[in-house]
């Protein structure tokens, strides 16, 4: 038996009356996740325990079946594992986004921040903004790190877990009542559009009608993460295939295997076949029990506030991920149970993370089962089926019994 989780990173959402008063999964032309509904177990999972922050930290380690009042020490943390930085017990990891603020001559706790993404900004340009900061900030205090696309690391030598605001909670919204309270950071942060907004790069990126990354950000602190391995905890040899840091990090804490992708980068064109394909040889092939893909599209599209690009982004995972696992998991004549959800809804009307429970579907292969019901928000409502604690869906998708 094979194990297979496809996770749509922010795939739902709320009703829109542009969209007829539907979601934009339950609009989207999903034909195979559809098909697969009528097959399946569908239900509610809430993955954000109560009290906790609506990330794609914490609704990611629980699907892993890591309750995260227990594991989550931070997200930046996280991300270090992916990028491979040993941190000292002493040290705080910060996430350090580069973002767009307003290009204009108010001062810069009067700013707009405008893109948390700076126009889905590329690993190399960021890599060379990133660069800049570096010389002029970096101190035997304050370390920085590349990581993906706007998504950066900063690592503070014996610093504190301060509370930071996460860039995509306040797009449009002037930057001032959250910025941090700690001096060093607000000032950094400060000094950072003061190297970046007229660097050469961005110059370009305006003429080319790109967002101008202008600006760094810092959120997500926290300490090292002690994730238990995923293999002792489950039985079970799993292999992460994502483009996202985070994601990766949880599988280094977890001790699982990264699969990189060519051509994965997060962004709505994203290689969403090769991570199908990737996913069926490392379970058909490479002596893997279990596959998590990870599609961080939808989500971005909802902090965007694009309701053509999420539901573009859901017709990819639709065709381009689920239908490819299926038919090539199918004519290998392998058994194998297949869990589908997002980790958190990423509204359109409030382009951030909610905490309201999210629909899952579970496939098994082996039953052959008809139902009229589809996959979405409203029928996995009415289907009476609640998971209340969202880290114990791995428990249903790993159990031998069928469903």
């Known amino acids: 038996m094979k194990y297979i989780v496809v996770l749509g990173d922010g795939m739902a959402d709320e009703p829109l009356e542009t969209l007829e008063m539907k979601t934009p999964l339950e609009y989207a032309n999903t034909p195979t996740m559809d098909a697969l509904a009528g097959k399946s177990e569908i239900g509610l999972a809430k993955t954000i325990p109560e009290g906790m922050k609506p990330g794609s930290d914490t609704a990611n380690l629980a699907v892993l079946g890591y309750y995260p009042k227990k594991y989550y020490t931070g997200r930046s943390p996280l ?117 970046l907004n007229n660097h050469p790069l961005n110059i370009e990126r305006a003429k080319k009608g790109l967002n101008k990354a202008n600006s760094i950000w810092f959120w997500g602190a926290g ?9 002792e905890k489950t039985g079970k040899k799993g292999a992460m295939i994502s483009a996202v840091d985070l994601l990766k990090g949880i599988a280094v804490g977890a001790s699982m295997t990264n699969i990189i992708v060519e051509g994965a980068d997060g962004t709505l064109h994203t290689n969403y076949e090769g991570k199908a ?82 629909p899952y579907m579970l496939y098994d292969s082996r039953v052959d089962r008809k139902a009229s019901w589809l996959y979405n928000e409203k029928e996995a409502k009415n289907s009476g089926n609640y998971v209340a604690d969202g880290y114990k869906m791995i428990n249903k998708l790993l159990t031998d019994d069928a469903i």
Not at 223 to 231: K, N, V
Request: net charge negative; charged share 30%.
């Open 79 to 195: 991300e270090a594992l992916s990028i491979g930085v040993d941190m000292k017990a002493t040290d705080i990891a910060l996430r350090c986004n580069i973002v767009t603020v307003s290009d204009d001559d108010l001062p810069y706790e009067e700013k707009t921040i405008i893109d948390h993404s700076s126009s889905e900004i590329s690993t190399e340009d960021a890599a060379i903004l990133l660069d800049a900061v570096k010389k002029e900030l970096e101190n035997d205090v304050y370390k920085y790190y590349v990581g993906t696309s706007y998504r950066h690391l900063t690592i503070w030598d014996k610093g504190n877990v301060v509370e930071l605001t996460p860039p995509h909670d306040i797009l449009g919204k002037v930057i001032g009542s959250y910025l941090p309270k700690e001096t060093a950071l607000k000032e950094m942060m400060k000094k950072s559009y003061d190297i």
């Open 223 to 231: 300490t090292r993460p002690a994730l238990d391995s995923f293999e």
């Open 277 to 358: 394909r990737a996913a069926v040889k490392a379970v058909l092939k490479d002596g893997f029990d279990f596959v998590y893909i990870h599609v961080e599209a939808p989500d971005e599209m909802g902090h965007q506030g694009s309701i053509p690009n999420k539901i573009e982004a859901i017709e990819s995972l639709d065709q381009k991920v689920i239908k490819l696992v299926k038919e090539e998991m199918d004519a290998s004549n392998e058994p194998y149970r297949m869990l589908i959800m997002p980790d958190h809804p990423t509204p359109i009307c409030c382009r951030t993370h909610t905490s309201d429970p999210v």
